[in-house]
């Protein structure tokens, strides 16, 4: 008869790893979508507030809203320095006059560190929002 006796602990451990592994691998992706989602709103809040920024002028019988990329910038900016400081304002224009077009960007890093992830990376948003008072 053979003896079928045996240690379980290189399975345990063996099983155990997987599970660490696991567990690192979803808290980095949970955290990279939480940091995303945030900076989408802070980007959002800045394109509006950018957005609220114009330049009101009568021609003829009617006003007309005119946004300009400074106008855009100092609104942005205002949002983007109370938001937190980790968050970049990387860009915010207007190609049009009436829309402001607003990108903020983080630099994200793993909540735990592992050689199973990058070191960290950059994440990027954009948003854009219309004067309340479009001249069309």
Known sequence: MRDETGSILP????????????????????SVYITQKRIDGIAAAAALAGSDGFTLTVVGDSAVATLSDEDIWNQATTVVEASSGDVVLVSA???DGVTAIVEVSVQ?????????????????????????????
């Open 11 to 30: 399975l345990v451990l063996g099983y155990a790893m997987i599970a660490i592994a696991l567990i690192i691998v979803t808290t980095a992706v949970t």
């Open 93 to 95: 224009r207007t190609d």
């Open 108 to 136: 994200w890093h793993p909540p735990l560190v592992s050689m199973l992830l990058p070191e960290g990376f950059t994440l990027t948003s954009t948003a854009t929002s219309r004067t309340a008072l479009d001249s069309d």
